[in-house]
Every structure is written in structure tokens, then in C-alpha cells.
């Protein structure tokens, strides 16, 4: 039969504007968060991580802002290059005190970079 | 340092058949988790491993089960599979017990006919 595709938010930009690519978290109790870029045919590359005792965390082109209040987390990417194009995954961790965690992960958005 | 090696890379399989996949975390690394990637669910959380001992289990049934050896390298295994279990499943080695980076191998693609 057919399968039920994944319904994903999409962001199309061009070559060198900024991107900015949501998330809204569900778990208050969540510490730690990530994000991922996921292309065709590849695992999930690690982006950037927050701990929830930060607002915003800079990397590479990248920032990540994280907003407990609302429980929302984005992250944004300067300069937007085509090798950006793929599928953007934020994570959680919401085992709060423990060692070790799983990861919760959003729908993901697929971000097209246009020349 | 090496990535994180999942292998296969590709699998078809029959229903009702079992399947093992394997993983070999980063040097060092001694946290190994399994994903399950479908369209429709996403990724999900199955199972990590630390010390040789499950530590997390995600909600899925008794077919899907793991193990984990004294190298840190890990297996997971299907039984009795399901059309409903094709998916890409992906790997995850930490380098410690505290929430650190999670580095992701590129996945076995799964496929039951």
C-alpha cells in the first residue's frame, strides 16, 4: 500500500540570506537540546548544542536560541549556502538528573537552498 | 578517528524472517543508542547501551532487542518481522555518561517484503 508520508515544514531561501528554523519542545523538565542537519542518505549530523541554563549558544554561521518560557528553540544559519539544503531536526533530552538520555526528536524541516 | 560503522548498509528481508544489525561506536565511545527512521513516525528512540548493560528503552515491542559487547560495539536485533518495520535504523555513539554529543553512523536501510 502507500505510505503515509512524513508531513514536513519546509523553508526555501536564497543563497546567501539568513535561515531561521523553529522548534517547539514539550517537556518543561528537558535540559539539553540539539540540533541535527540530515541529508539524503545520511545519518543525522550533529549542528549545535544548548543546555537549558543558557538563552543562545553561538557556533559556525549557526546560533541556536533557546526560549524556556514558551518552550521554543531555533535556530538560525547566516549566509545560507546550497550544501545547507536538507532536513534540520532539533532534539531533547528530558531525562532532567539522569547519566545517560535518549533523545526526542521534532518532525523536522527541510530547509532548500535556491542559487 | 573513525566515524561511527553500521553494517549493513542494506537489507531486504521477508516477513517473518529475523534480522541483527551491528554498530561500532567511535574509539572510546562507550554509549551506543538505536533509532528507528520511518515517514511516518520520524526518528524513535529504541534502546541505549552503556557498559554492556541497557540503560533506556524506548516503546517498542519485544521483538526489537539488543546487546552490547565488552568493546562497546553493539547488535540489535528484529524477530518475526513486520511489513511495518522497513525503516532506516541508525546508530548513536556518546563518549560518556553525562549528556554529551551524540554522534549518528549513516544508518541501515531495512526493507521486509
Redesign the interface.
Known amino acids: 500500500g502507500e505510505s503515509v508520508g512524513l508531513h514536513l515544514p519546509t523553508l526555501s531561501v536564497q543563497e546567501g540570506d539568513n535561515s531561521i528554523i523553529n522548534c517547539a519542545y514539550s517537556n518543561s523538565a528537558s535540559d539539553y537540546f540539539i540540533w541535527y542537519k540530515q541529508e539524503s542518505g545520511k545519518g543525522p549530523q550533529f549542528i549545535i548544542d544548548i543546555r537549558s541554563n543558557m538563552d543562545k549558544r553561538q557556533g559556525q554561521r549557526v546560533t541556536v536560541l533557546l526560549n524556556k518560557t514558551v518552550k521554543h528553540l531555533s535556530l538560525q544559519i547566516a549566509a545560507t549556502q546550497p550544501g545547507d539544503s536538507a532536513v534540520y531536526f532539533c532534539a531533547e533530552n528530558r531525562d532532567r538528573g539522569s547519566t545517560l538520555g535518549r533523545l526526542y526528536f521534532g518532525r523536522g524541516t527541510q530547509l532548500t537552498v535556491w542559487p | 578517528k573513525a566515524g ?1 560503522t553500521q553494517t549493513p548498509r542494506y537489507l531486504i528481508k521477508t516477513r517473518g524472517q529475523q534480522v541483527t544489525l551491528s554498530c561500532s561506536p567511535i574509539s572510546g565511545h562507550r ?1 551506543v ?1 538505536w ?1 528507528q527512521q ?8 529504541l534502546f ?1 547501551y ?1 557498559s554492556e548493560t541497557q ?2 528503552k ?1 516503546n517498542f515491542p519485544g521483538r526489537f532487542s539488543g546487546r552490547q559487547f565488552s568493546n562497546s560495539r553493539s547488535e540489535m536485533n528484529v524477530s518475526t518481522l513486520e511489513l511495518g518495520d522497513s525503516a532506516l535504523y ?1 546508530c ?1 555513539s556518546r563518549e560518556g ?3 554529551t ?7 541501515t536501510r531495512l526493507t521486509v517484503v
Open positions: 561511527v554509549s543508542s533509532y520511518t515517514p511516518g513516525q520520524g526518528l524513535q528512540f541505549e552503556f540503560r533506556n524506548g541508525l548513536a555518561v553525562m549528556n554529543e551524540a554522534f549518528f553512523g549513516q544508518g
